[in-house]
């Protein structure tokens, strides 16, 4: 009955490579965001998507896509991986729908580790 | 724009001692409110809301009030366990709902 999942939990890899985050959420909300999150625990928002239509799209390399299939998935596909890329990246969900006054809810966090 | 701002850690307390982690806010209009807790190796978790001003939100021992007055959504816990040591974060949805605003977080330990 988990809520919001993510996969893989950790991610090492090559600088260079290519991969992809995966989220899933099971609330029925309509938007879905991706955070990243440094060593010093500062959260960034990177992307938005609601209804899968980007709404929010902060300035990330455009190593960086995001992909909506449907508004209960949102994946994460990164290209050419940098050192400066390795941190914990999390995904999040939550109902503007509902006039805004709900709250985001979290994944577990995918630690990307780039050798 | 919106904003939010929560003091700088590390805090480090005694158990029973008493917590305050301070947040303010700059938004327009009446946004909503929230602490989040993150705890090692984990997610970031809601604590605790508010959506209107005047409104405590309360979780587990945790109590935060929505003051307009002084844009501000203090963080208190009368007395802290080893079990909250954790980051705690403000953050705040805006008017429309379309942007969340998170504070850079504070770590807080608790020794025994």
């Known amino acids: 009955d988990t809520a919001v999942s993510q996969t893989p939990k950790y991610l090492v890899t090559q600088m260079g490579n290519d991969k992809s985050i995966k989220c899933e959420q099971n609330?029925?909300?309509?938007?879905m965001y991706w955070y990243k999150q440094d060593s010093k625990k500062f959260l960034k928002i990177m992307f938005s998507y609601n209804n899968k239509e980007l709404i929010i799209n902060e300035t990330v390399p455009n190593r960086f896509s995001p992909k909506s299939p449907d508004k209960a998935h949102l994946n994460l596909h990164i290209n050419s991986l940098e050192l400066g890329d390795s941190a914990v990246y999390f995904c999040?969900?939550?109902?503007?729908?509902?006039?805004?006054?709900?709250?985001?809810?979290f994944g577990p966090g995918t630690r990307l580790t780039v050798l | 724009g919106d904003s939010v701002t929560q003091m700088e850690g590390p805090v480090t307390l005694s158990e029973e001692a008493f917590l305050t982690i301070n947040c303010t806010y700059t938004a327009t209009g009446y946004p909503s409110l929230f602490w989040y807790v993150q705890y090692p190796g984990e997610g970031l978790q809601l604590l605790l809301k508010?959506?209107?001003?005047?409104d405590k939100g309360s979780n587990k021992g945790f109590e935060a009030t929505y003051r307009k007055e002084t844009t501000s959504f203090h963080l208190e816990k009368g007395s802290v366990q080893v079990s909250d040591s954790a980051v705690y974060f403000c953050?705040?949805?805006?008017?429309?709902?379309?942007?969340?605003?998170f504070g850079t977080g504070t770590s807080l330990t608790v020794i025994p």
């Open positions: 508010a959506t209107k001003a005047d």
């Open positions: 999040a969900s939550s109902l503007l729908g509902s006039g805004g006054r709900n709250e985001q809810f």
């Open positions: 609330l029925g909300h309509d938007t």
């Open positions: 953050a705040l949805s805006s008017n429309t709902g379309n942007q969340f605003y």
